[in-house]
């Protein structure tokens, strides 16, 4: 177990595995696991469509009606919003590309750094997301940067919404699904907003460690960041 306080941030674009490793790793030093998209996510969803198109006090407003709690320990962790776990409503790319626009709001990003701020200061995590190790934990003892390609990115997303693994049969020759190439064009879209946003751009911290996942697997790059932490 390792000692109250300790830190870890993921960060990285969409679909390059944060989630799944972020769990995994908590899960391993028995702490807790902060989805900070989860939270982006969810004030997009709240404000609703062009929600972010509102004027900063009436968001300022709606925001002040928002309480993040984290509960549970390592896959078991949980994202609350006003005491109610997060579903699975908030997970659709077109959410996640309301999540990208609300993302560019300081007002926004002010109120997450300090409700993700207090959820630190209460346990030991580790947070994955895109300005963990950058913004919101800058002193975490270790962070985290996984990268991979556009193209293999929503090759993966593509697979996990079909539910179907890699080496499976049903997952050869889907390169020319339009469904993929939906997917592969919401994620060009999403990283250009998330890397070019005047507030908090998407980049590695100057002390983070960098792992392009494009050919290696999640059991992979699991290996190569518990090699790192040698806890």
């Given at each position: ?125 580790v947070a994955e997301g895109r300005d963990m190790g950058t913004v919101v934990f800058p002193h975490a003892r270790y962070k985290f940067f996984l990268d991979a390609s556009a ?50 751009p998407l980049r590695p911290a100057k002390d983070a460690i960098v792992i392009d996942t494009s050919d290696l697997t999640l059991d992979e790059v699991f290996l190569l960041m ?6």
């Amino acid at each position: 177990m390792v000692e109250s306080g300790f830190i870890i941030t993921i960060d990285g674009p969409a679909g390059v595995g944060k989630t799944t490793l972020a769990r995994r790793l908590a899960a391993h030093l028995n702490i807790a696991y902060l989805d900070t998209g989860a939270m982006f996510r969810a004030v997009a969803w709240k404000l609703g469509q062009d929600g972010w198109l509102k004027d900063e006090q009436t968001l300022a407003r709606e925001l002040k009606r928002m309480s993040f709690t984290l509960t549970g320990q390592g896959e078991e962790s949980s994202v609350c919003l006003n005491g109610k776990a997060l579903g699975p409503e908030i997970r659709t790319e077109t959410i996640g590309l309301w999540a990208s626009n609300v993302a560019k709001l300081r007002v926004v990003r002010d109120f997450l750094k300090k409700a993700q701020q207090e959820i630190g200061r209460q346990t030991s995590l580790v947070a994955e997301g895109r300005d963990m190790g950058t913004v919101v934990f800058p002193h975490a003892r270790y962070k985290f940067f996984l990268d991979a390609s556009a193209q293999v990115r929503a090759r993966r997303r593509y697979l996990q919404i079909l539910d179907l693994d890699e080496d499976d049969p049903e997952a050869q020759g889907i390169e020319d699904s339009p469904e993929l190439k939906t997917i592969l064009e919401q994620i060009k879209q999403r990283d250009e907003q998330d890397r070019n946003r005047a507030i908090a751009p998407l980049r590695p911290a100057k002390d983070a460690i960098v792992i392009d996942t494009s050919d290696l697997t999640l059991d992979e790059v699991f290996l190569l960041m518990k090699n790192y932490l040698n806890l």
